[in-house]
Nanobody, 125 residues
Framework: QVRMVDSGGGLVQTGGALRLSCAAS????????MCWFPQAPGLGREFVEA???????YYRDSVKGGFTISRDNAKNEVYLQMNNLKPDDTAVYSC???????????????????WGQGTQVTVSS
């Protein structure tokens, strides 16, 4: 049974930083594309950053220079370092894992097979 546990969220002030973690109990986790999807209140999941098996990363333009995704295949973990946070970044952030996701589908939540429970990030002004 696949289990993914998200952690690291919290309350920070504008300009602050957080590091989210996702621990995945997936066989051959290194074969999965990993991604973070925040979901703000009243909105759907919105792609923020992904890392593929070749460690190439893809991000939403609005987080360029601020968010960085990384993975540790030995630990089956993926991370999202978030710097210079803004109130608009407030959301529940969920980690997702997917097999054989083509490049054009990276940004689509329904393309992913497994999800963490999410961790709340709140940025105060």
């Amino acid at each position: 049974q696949v289990r993914m546990v998200d952690s690291g969220g919290g309350l920070v002030q504008t300009g602050g930083a957080l590091r989210l973690s996702c621990a995945a109990s997936i066989d051959s986790c290194r074969a999965y594309t990993m991604c973070w999807f925040p979901q703000a209140p009243g909105l759907g999941r919105e792609f923020v950053e992904a890392i593929r098996t070749d460690r190439n990363t893809y991000y939403r333009d609005s987080v360029k220079g601020g968010f960085t995704i990384s993975r540790d295949n030995a630990k089956n973990e993926v991370y999202l370092q978030m710097n210079n946070l803004k109130p608009d970044d407030t959301a529940v952030y969920s980690c997702a894992a997917g097999l054989r996701i083509i490049l054009s589908a990276l940004w689509t939540a329904s393309a992913y097979d497994h999800w963490g429970q999410g961790t709340q990030v709140t940025v105060s002004s």
